[in-house]
């Protein structure tokens, strides 16, 4: 049972463009979200996060959205570069039994950033 | 360097051997997590170290797998009876505070395990 859904496993855009990166969630104990950005044979690099009191957070080119009522996040690139391109997965916790904040993840979306 | 570290990089070993996967969390983060990523998967959480104790090892997958933090730094992921499905990437994040504050988690290069 996916509790994190990213339903679309690649995105193409031109450079310039904007890029949206959607995410949704079944969990409604998660309160915290975040974006991590993959390159192949690299660990996940932290992005941007989000706390459910919030729905919006800007971080220069990116912006978290989040819309608690339909369990729905995107992350918003803008404006698009060739070195984005890569795997952007939605990752949420929630505080649970022995302090643990572990993520849940998405199964990521591959982004393309053409020239 | 002063991020998380992960060795080895790659190992690849037989069915039904032994290994073990170690963590060099940054130093002075007292939060330490191991993820299993398979291919085309997310990641998956395995175990989750508060100090020195597993405060969370809901995530492994049964008793062949078990991870130690003697001293509150280095970690080690141990794996007996090697299986195929063993197979994957195995991260390694750290935090710098508690699990219940918020903040993100700071992840390694991952070792690539391959049983044959």
């Known amino acids: 049972d996916q509790q994190v859904k990213q339903n679309s496993p690649s995105l193409s855009v031109q450079e310039g463009r904007i890029s949206i990166l959607n995410c949704d969630y079944t969990?409604?104990?998660?309160?915290?979200f975040l974006w991590y950005k993959k390159y192949p044979a690299e660990g996940p690099t932290f992005l941007i996060s989000?706390?459910?009191i919030k729905d919006k957070n800007e971080d220069g080119r990116f912006t978290v959205f989040l819309n608690k009522s339909a369990k729905h996040l995107s992350l918003h690139i803008v404006p698009s570069q060739p070195g984005d391109s890569a795997v952007y997965f939605c990752?949420?916790?929630?505080?649970?039994?022995?302090?643990?904040?572990?993520?849940?993840w998405g199964l990521g979306t591959s982004l393309a950033v053409n020239p | 360097g002063a991020g998380v570290s992960q060795t080895p990089s790659n190992k690849v070993t037989e069915k039904g051997k032994y290994v073990e996967l170690r963590c060099d969390p940054i130093?002075?983060?007292?939060?330490l997590y191991w993820y299993r990523q398979s291919l085309g998967q997310g990641p998956e959480f395995l175990i989750y170290?508060?100090?020195?104790?597993?405060?969370?090892d809901s995530g492994l997958p049964n008793d062949r797998f078990f991870a130690v933090r003697p001293e509150g730094s280095v970690s080690t992921l141990k794996i007996q009876r090697t299986e195929r499905g063993d197979s994957a990437v195995y991260l390694c994040?750290?935090?710098?505070?508690?699990?219940?504050?918020?903040?993100?988690?700071?992840f390694g290069p991952g070792t690539r395990l391959t049983v044959l």
């Open positions: 994040a750290s935090s710098p505070r508690e699990g219940s504050s918020y903040n993100e988690q700071f």
């Open positions: 130093s002075g983060h007292t939060a």
């Open positions: 170290f508060q100090g020195t104790g597993a405060a969370d």
């Open positions: 969990n409604s104990m998660f309160d915290y």
């Open positions: 989000i706390s459910s």
């Open positions: 990752a949420a916790s929630g505080f649970n039994a022995g302090n643990n904040r572990k993520l849940i």
